[in-house]
């Protein structure tokens, strides 16, 4: 597709111009009580652009909080009136957006389990077909580039040019210290794809934990985030969705204050460095490195107590010969020198014998 005309963010409800866009609000709208009492204190910080709120939400089991439906869209037009601040809400389906559009809703946005079906997301754009909503699409559950482009496409052939895209990461097949996976590589490709469409980084869906929501969101706005999108809530500790990482007003406004925004000028953003855009995507990909390495570490230990209980010896010669034939095999079909994999597999099975050595020769107690 050629360069797609989509509408500068500077067009966006209750920008002045002053970036980043921040949206912030509750996973979910809860009460009338819920609503006005974040949404007074987000206005008040004086920084908030749009009030965020789920009023349908998808729920990996039945059973948990479903949202409180049409009786959430009276609360945030309530909130609107008081604060001024403009709505933001997430749409499912096409009777989502007619609802959604009903209530004066200014900005929806499009989950990343629905953008995940191009049927549904085919579905909503018809739904948004001459409407002028602002609509903004999260990323897919995993990290698939095509298809987080393919829905934008979508929208923007239905005649929607006030488009933005949301990076909240991606589910990491691994526990890992973050709830999803930033992969930032693939929000970097995203921006060389897309050069004009507007990015607002989630952190609160990466880091899945307040405290760690912070230092994500610097590290986004670092990299190329136009805008951020945050979960706030009056009282996240009786929050009904996301409660572990979900800020407090005042938490937020901290976080706010400290944020570190450099006055980019177009040519020295990072992504108009193409060296910076390049180190970015390395970074990226060794923290994930990193975590793959811990996670087999940790298999590595289990093999160790294993080994212990069956007074087995931790180094085995032909499992060691199978790890460099099969991985030396994989390696060369992927481009990848025998050398370079030998020593790899070398230093990553020095380390794992040491551990487990550690572990055989530590006496009941635990103790080395
Ligand atoms: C949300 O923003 O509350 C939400 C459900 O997000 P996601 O679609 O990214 O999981
Ligand atoms: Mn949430």
Redesign the pocket.
Known sequence: MDKLNIEPLSSWPGYAGQSPYIIAGP??AESREQVLATATQLAATGKVHAL?A?VW??RSRPGAFEGAGIEALEWLQEAKNQTGLALAI?VATPQHVEQALKYGIDIL?V????VSNPFSVEQLANSLRGSSAYVMV?NP?NPDLELWIGAIERLYRSGITRLAA?H?GFFPFEKTTLRNLPKWEITIDLRSRMPNLPIIC?P??IAGKASIVPTIAQKAIDLMADGL?V?VHNNPKVAL??AQQQLTPSAFNDMLNALSIKSSTASDSPFCDKLKQFRSKIDSIDQQLLELLAQRMNIVKEIGEFKKQCNVKPYQESRWENIVDSRVQYGLQIGLSEEYIKSLLQLVHKESIRKQAEIMDADSNGNA
């Open positions: 996973c979910s965020r789920g939400k998808p997430e946005w989950g990343a389990r629905t999260k559950v949301i909240r989630d609160s869906h999108m979960e969705s996301d």
